[in-house]
């Protein structure tokens, strides 16, 4: 009766190291377990652990039913705690595909679910999450608002990863906003606190976006020395990641 449950304890584990595949697969073993005892709560953890490893692996197509099933099933027991979860997975997954607008009102819906149930630890994923996507639309200034927000709140919550990725995200904002100088302190110290705490997966992430922005101000060496860093954590990862940074360092003169 517990196998459903064992999945979880690796699954922090395999998300920090980028272990999609395996993520993916426990996942699936966990949704079996749970259908097999009827558990309505742990198959709509498993239907929305399937749909995260799929998104990081770019198989969206393959994470929608799964993420509509959690979202039905959280729905069926009345969860909202689990349904705004699902809205921020929902709006990551279609913030991946493109659709903003969508994105975006998920996880506004999100942030109302985690304030009405006085959940920080949401509320500050929902910030940082809707915040990526507020870059992608240009809007520069509010998802700087919101991840500011995100990055107070896990500092209170002492969860320094969760804290770094809002630094990425940050970063993210200025480089899209024209402020090179100010992208590369956030991703420096991101990149340190990822490295500090073996985060290999965010820490490749965040490598990969500092090079970017080293790129775009014509700083090509040091772009080259993170892409090839970032590389390094990727290879044999058997991600899509690993050869969009070659194809990126395929392109440096």
């Not at 099933?73 to 699902?86: E, I, K, P, S, W």
């Not at 101000?217 to 990641?241: I, N, T, V, Y």
């Amino acid at each position: 009766m517990h196998a459903w449950q064992l999945v979880w304890v690796v699954t922090d584990f395999l998300y920090r190291q980028g272990h999609w595949d395996e993520w993916r697969a426990t996942q699936r073993t966990g949704l079996a377990a749970a259908e097999r005892l009827g558990d309505v709560r742990a198959q709509a953890i498993a239907h929305r652990g399937i749909a995260m490893a799929c998104s990081n692996l770019g198989r969206h197509v393959e994470a929608q039913p799964h993420i509509r099933l959690a979202l039905d099933l959280y729905d069926r027991l009345g969860d909202r705690v689990g349904q705004a979860h699902t809205h921020v997975n929902l709006c990551a997954l279609l913030y991946r595909q493109g659709q903003y607008a969508e994105a975006l009102q998920h996880g506004t819906r999100a942030l109302r679910l985690y304030v009405a149930a006085d959940d920080l630890i949401g509320q500050a994923m929902a910030l940082n999450t809707t915040g990526n996507v507020l870059v992608e639309t240009g809007e520069y200034e509010q998802a700087l608002r919101y991840c500011r927000r995100a990055a107070a709140l896990y500092e209170q919550l002492d969860d320094p990863n969760d804290q770094a990725l809002t630094w990425d995200t940050i970063g993210h904002a200025y480089h899209r906003a024209g402020r090179h100088s100010d992208a590369v302190a956030y991703y420096r110290r991101a990149a340190a606190v990822f490295e500090e705490l073996d985060s290999r997966s965010f820490l490749a992430q965040t490598l990969v976006n500092l090079g970017d922005v080293h790129a775009t101000a014509g700083a090509r060496e040091q772009a080259r020395s993170a892409w090839r860093r970032a590389l390094d954590l990727l290879a044999g990862s058997g991600r899509p990641q690993a050869d969009a940074v070659r194809e990126k360092l395929a392109a440096l003169p």
